[in-house]
């Protein structure tokens, strides 16, 4: 089993669509979980941290399963700048400084 | 605020030739780290630093030498450069300081090895 395995995509949604992303990760030692977005061409940016509890950023809800082992994210009423690779990123368990990357979902989002 | 910067942006180079890609970090980050990000593969963590002049293997390694000196730097040196290499490369740090402390990234060196 892949470190992290994400849906491999790619997504194409209309605006305004609920979209989500699965994520799956091998190592239960890992403790450090987020989601980053990359547009074409650019360096990947934090989207947000994914907490246990689970947490919401404006039209993004990030959740965590541990039990599973398994992280996902829910784009609310999608933009057409949410239109970008999401990565799913997990640390390699006991570093929480050494981060693994999912291989990345494409979204495009359709006016 | 120039944060994490690289340079150069392109480079094309020949099989054979070193190439030293340079990463610089404003904020005082401990760690610092190389990745490359190929279609198929994601990005794979090629070395990293826990701090000035401590640094260890990620995944592909091979054919990658890595100093750090200085807190601010970590250049990321190809020994004898091979086509296998072209690749985007992303330096990114962290301050490492809680268990969810985020990485950031520079803006990626483009590398063709001809």
């Known amino acids: 089993r892949k470190e992290v395995e994400q849906d491999p995509g790619p997504f194409n949604v209309p605006e305004g669509a609920t979209v989500a992303f699965n994520c799956t990760y091998s190592?239960?030692?890992?403790?450090?979980f987020f989601w980053y977005r990359q547009d074409c061409r650019k360096e990947p940016k934090l989207l947000m941290s994914v907490y246990s509890s689970g947490n919401e950023d404006g039209r993004f809800t990030a959740q965590l399963n541990r039990a599973s082992q398994y992280i996902s994210l829910l784009i609310r009423d999608s933009k057409l700048s949410d239109s970008a690779t999401y990565l799913c990123?997990?640390?390699?368990?006991?570093?929480?400084?050494?981060?693994?990357f999912g291989k990345g979902t494409l979204l495009t989002v359709n006016p | 605020d120039a944060g994490i910067t690289q340079s150069p942006r392109y480079k094309i180079t020949e099989t054979g030739r070193q190439v030293t890609l340079m990463c610089h970090q404003t904020w005082s980050h401990s760690y610092m780290f190389w990745y490359r990000q190929d279609l198929g593969h994601g990005l794979r963590l090629i070395y990293y630093?826990?701090?000035?002049?401590?640094?260890d293997k990620g995944e592909v390694p091979d054919g990658y030498v890595v100093s750090r000196s200085k807190t601010e730097n970590f250049p990321l040196t190809l020994e004898s450069a091979t086509r296998s290499q072209t690749s985007v490369y992303f330096c990114?740090?962290?301050?490492?300081?809680?268990?969810?402390?985020?990485?950031?990234f520079g803006n990626g060196t483009r590398l063709t090895v001809t």
């Open positions: 190592n239960s030692a890992s403790q450090s």
């Open positions: 990123v997990v640390s390699s368990g006991g570093s929480n400084y050494k981060l693994t």
């Open positions: 630093s826990a701090a000035a002049d401590i640094t």
């Open positions: 990114a740090s962290s301050d490492g300081g809680s268990y969810n402390s985020p990485l950031h």
